[in-house]
């Protein structure tokens, strides 16, 4: 074939190529960009700086959960920063507790207590379920469901649980009845329970983009008719 006519069949199918790619859905398009779901994110000191200004101004973000503590004596770092510069810049703030199954439950709320004070929140607390530690099942629940207890009565009203849709099927089916739910499942469908319980709450990526952070975000939104009023903190 003549040189000059093979380059110009090369460069002709190359703009082609560009043109369709040009045509594809952006993969920078996230899930609020396109629905009417009411979104927020969560933070702890990984997220680093936080830009709050930035996300002030996103008109989707309209609330935050923030790490306070974790087991009996972490405390995150970002914490005292976060809540203020979150409240200065309007958005309606949570704080979470990491649960340690294994250590001491008066420890775990003396510590999250020493942070996550009442006048300082608009939603109600979260506990965040990750872990069994290694005990048995039933020992987990147990002690799990005596901390739950705990933060009621000490909050005077039931927190707001964080777990993953395989970790609620394997060790939490049955047992939380009485408690909301933010379910984390990183994909592009729906959370469905296995023992069909109701989710209030579904943390669909942990990869996701917002300006004012520039590390990966986890970001949830509420689930069918459900909204802002049923996490206010009652004070």
């Excluded at 009417?36 to 969560?42: K, P, R, S």
């Excluded at 996300?55 to 920063?81: C, F, P, Q, R, W």
């Excluded at 469901?145 to 060790?171: C, G, I, S, W």
């Excluded at 729906?190 to 986890?218: H, M």
């Amino acid at each position: 074939m003549n040189k000059p006519i093979f380059l110009l069949i090369i460069l002709f199918i190359f703009s082609i190529h560009q043109a369709a790619a040009k045509n594809e859905p952006s993969t920078d398009v996230q899930c609020e960009d396109t629905c009417d779901h009411v979104h927020g994110i969560d933070l702890s000191h990984y997220q680093g700086s936080v830009f709050w200004d930035a996300i002030g101004e996103n008109s989707k973000m309209a609330y935050v959960y923030l790490k306070a503590t974790e087991g009996g004596n972490k405390i995150d770092e970002k914490y005292e920063e976060n809540i203020e510069m979150a409240h200065r810049y309007g958005l309606k703030v949570g704080s979470y507790h990491f649960f340690r199954p294994k250590t001491d439950l008066q420890q775990q709320l003396y510590n999250f207590m020493s942070q996550c004070r009442p006048g300082d929140q608009d939603l109600i607390p979260m506990i965040d379920i990750e872990t069994k530690s290694d005990l048995p099942t039933e020992e987990f629940q147990d002690s799990l469901l005596k901390f739950l207890d705990m933060v009621e009565k000490t909050y005077r009203q039931k927190p707001l649980l964080y777990t993953f849709a395989n970790f609620y099927d394997h060790y939490l089916s049955g047992k939380i009845d009485d408690y909301k739910l933010m379910i984390a499942q990183y994909t592009k469908r729906e959370p469905l329970l296995a023992d069909g319980k109701d989710i209030c709450l579904w943390q669909y990526t942990g990869k996701g983009r917002i300006n004012g952070i520039n590390s990966f975000v986890d970001k949830s939104r509420f689930m069918g008719r459900h909204g802002m009023k049923e996490i206010r903190f009652h004070h």
